[in-house]
């Protein structure tokens, strides 16, 4: 079964590399509702994950699905305009299959982004965090299973999942922007229910400064294939203390995403520029 996951790795990237005029050198995967920073982009080519062999398709109607090859900040990166969840039926090792085929293409470093609910009491909606670690929630793990060696060691080390030179790279672009950047740590739940007030309390209660839907499979596997990686979140509804919690829509978190959109994109333009 793993020999299987290599090699489709390699036809995925085959194909990739075959059809991209450049060399991408960073990976984005954008969460919900941040697809503006594609318009900010030079945009190369975008090819429809479909076209793409072995890649999952997005189920949900808020994440687009291709792959975006372009220029931004004087940079080649490579965007993923829609990203995969566990919730949507996929395993955590196909929801991760596009961060394999990035490694494979000679990608050296990614950008994460989610929209997360807010369980740090002094957190406010549209504020962005950087990840500086996480706790994992989600019921299947992305490496189990017999290791592949071609990919990566047993047993992963996770003291820094988090890159510490990026997040230096992430905190001094928001300090020239005169913004205060925060660091979290994010908790990955499953979803695709939000969470009840008692689990916001619970998630709290176990050092949690943000919860979502996605990410962590994510980090995982680039910390199993020696990528580092920078995490920014986008709080998109307070839920802590419980007298903070709303009732909360898709639309809800998509409106507070758009507004701060602006402000994310200025900080991952900056961020790419350096890196
Ligand atoms: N919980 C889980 N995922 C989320 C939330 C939340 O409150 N908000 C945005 N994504």
């Known amino acids: 079964m793993m020999t299987d996951l290599y090699d489709k790795i390699i036809e995925a990237q ?13 990976g984005v995967i954008l969460g919900t509702g941040l697809g503006g920073l594609v318009d900010r982009m030079e945009v190369i080519q975008s090819i429809p994950y479909r076209k793409i ?32 969840h566990y919730y949507e039926g996929y395993s955590s090792q196909e929801i991760t299959f596009p ?11 990614m950008i994460i982004s989610n929209a997360s609910g ?17 706790i994992n929630l989600i019921p299947d793990h992305p490496l189990r299973g017999k290791n592949d ?10 003291k820094e999942a988090y890159d510490l030179g990026l997040r230096k790279v992430a905190l001094s672009s928001a300090e020239e922007m005169n913004y205060s950047l925060e660091e979290g740590v994010y908790v990955g739940f499953q979803g695709p229910t939000l969470e009840t007030p008692a689990e916001y309390v619970y998630l709290h209660n176990i050092g949690g400064d943000m919860v979502g839907m996605s990410t962590v499979p994510e980090v995982i596997v680039a910390k199993h294939c020696e990528m580092p990686v920078l995490v ?44």
């Open 14 to 26: 085959k194909y990739l590399s075959e059809e991209f005029k450049d060399k991408p050198e960073t």
């Open 53 to 84: 062999p072995h890649f999952p398709v997005s189920t949900v109607k808020s994440h687009k699905g291709a792959l975006i090859l372009g220029r931004l900040s004087g940079k080649c990166i490579l965007v993923m305009s829609g990203r995969f």
């Open 99 to 109: 961060v394999r085929v990035m490694k494979a293409l000679g990608i050296k470093q």
């Open 118 to 134: 807010g369980i740090n009491p002094n957190y406010t909606n549209g504020q962005i965090v950087l990840l500086k670690d996480h």
């Open 149 to 158: 060696d071609r990919l990566g060691v047993r047993f992963p080390d996770m």
């Open 232 to 275: 920014l979140s986008l709080v998109s509804n307070v839920c802590y203390p419980p007298e903070r919690i709303k009732e909360t829509s898709l639309e809800d978190v998509i409106k507070v995403v758009g507004d701060a959109s602006p402000k994310f994109c200025d900080l991952v333009e900056k961020i790419i520029g350096r890196i």
